[in-house]
Each structure stands twice: as C-alpha cells, then as structure tokens.
T-cell receptor, first 110, second 116 residues
Framework: SQQGEEDPQALSIQEGENATMNCSYKTSINNLQWYRQNSGRGLVHLILIRSNEREKHSGRLRVTLDTSKKSSSLLITASRAADTASYFCATDDSNYQLIWGAGTKLIIKP | SQTIHQWPATLVQPVGSPLSLECTVEGTSNPNLYWYRQAAGRGLQLLFYSVGIGQISSEVPQNLSASRPQDRQFILSSKKLLLSDSGFYLC???????????????FGPGTRLTVL
C-alpha cells in the first residue's frame, strides 16, 4: 500500500528559483528516502534521512524530516533545467520493502 | 559498483501472448530483488520481491509471475497478457552487500510494455 504522499502533484517554476516538495507518511519509520526519475527512465537515489535526523544536505538538495508531523520536505535550490523530473519519497517497511508515494512532477522553465 | 540490467527496453505484444522480462544484477551478492510496475504519471506498485534464490513474495494478485533461478537474476513472466498489463516495469535491487546503505534501492532502466 502507498504510505508516502507527495505534494504538490505537479510543480512548474522558473530556472533559478527554489523548488520545494513535501511528503507525508502514516506509520513510524526508520528512514525516509528521496528519489528522482527522469521521464521514461529508472529511479535514482538522491538522499536518505534517518528518523533521528532533522535535516540533511547534499549539494543543492536539502531534506528535512519532522517525525512528529510525519512529514518530510525536499528543497532544490537554484533550480536548473536538468532538475526537470519526477520526485518520489519512500519510507522503509519492516520487511526491507520501500513504501512509495505517487510523486511530484517538477518542471523547470528556462 | 552495482549495475542493474533490464531488457528489452520496449516491447509491444498482442493480448494473449506470453511475456518474459529479465533483470540481472552486477556488483553484489545476495541482493533483495524487486519488480515494480508504474502506470503513466503514477507512483510505483510493488509486484514481487525476492530475498533469495527460489524465494518469491507476491504483493498483488494478477496474471503475472516471477522467478529467481540464480542469485542475481530475476524474471517476470506471464502466460497470457492482458490489456491492463501495459505499463513501465522496473527492476530494483537492494540489501545484500549494499546493506550498509540501509535499504536504498538501485533501479534498472525499465521496460515499456504495450499490450495491444
């Protein structure tokens, strides 16, 4: 079953602006991951944040995690055309499965 | 480094025909393997996962089946395709020697299946 829900479903911004996507989940987690999927391609792992972490950075990516609200956000700063993709959050399952959200489609306009 | 191979990249099959999609993994041993289906513009639906040779768990009842004849080979099959089987099929691997990265998953390039 789908646990993570991203919002918005779609986001269109100008190149250079920041993009923020959110993910909510329902049950306790060990970690939360963000993935990117370019159109028609496989998913690529971006960043993992553990349940005892509140914020994590990787290059232009910033992820926050609020376990009290069961939510996470992914911020992409200074967006580029190459950031156009769908972004998915995934939370872990006790059986080492990942529970996936429906994704946010991000479009960066030149 | 780990690499996930999937083929074919695209496939057009008539309704009622059989299906065989293959996934192979390089760079690790004893991975957990996954088959997902993704409808256009949607998230991932887990179809099958395997924690070892011959061990298959099905998440969604359907006319698809999976097999793992070797440690790093995962096959998705159908005896008779339905129109509703159209979609983008992704193979993924996690765990195994990569368990130090928690349960991060690594994906193949996917197979676009169109059933006509």
């Amino acid at each position: 079953s789908q646990q993570g829900e991203e919002d918005p479903q779609a986001l269109s911004i100008q190149e250079g602006e920041n993009a923020t996507m959110n993910c909510s989940y329902k049950t306790s987690i060990n970690n939360l991951q963000w993935y990117r999927q370019n159109s028609g391609r496989g998913l690529v792992h971006l960043i993992l944040i553990r349940s005892n972490e509140r914020e994590k950075h990787s290059g232009r990516l910033r992820v926050t995690l609020d376990t009290s609200k069961k939510s996470s956000s992914l911020l992409i700063t200074a967006s580029r055309a190459a950031d156009t993709a769908s972004y998915f959050c995934a939370t872990d399952d006790s059986n080492y499965q990942l529970i996936w959200g429906a994704g946010t489609k991000l479009i960066i306009k030149p | 480094s780990q690499t996930i191979h999937q083929w074919p990249a695209t496939l057009v099959q008539p309704v009622g025909s059989p299906l065989s999609l293959e996934c192979t993994v390089e760079g690790t041993s004893n991975p957990n393997l996954y088959w997902y289906r993704q409808a256009a513009g949607r998230g991932l639906q887990l179809l099958f996962y395997s924690v070892g040779i011959g061990q298959i768990s099905s998440e969604v009842p359907q006319n698809l089946s999976a097999s793992r004849p070797q440690d790093r080979q995962f096959i998705l099959s159908s005896k008779k395709l339905l129109l509703s089987d159209s979609g983008f099929y992704l193979c993924a691997a996690g765990g195994g020697d990569w368990r130090s990265s928690y349960n991060e998953q690594f994906f193949g390039p996917g197979t676009r299946l169109t059933v006509l």
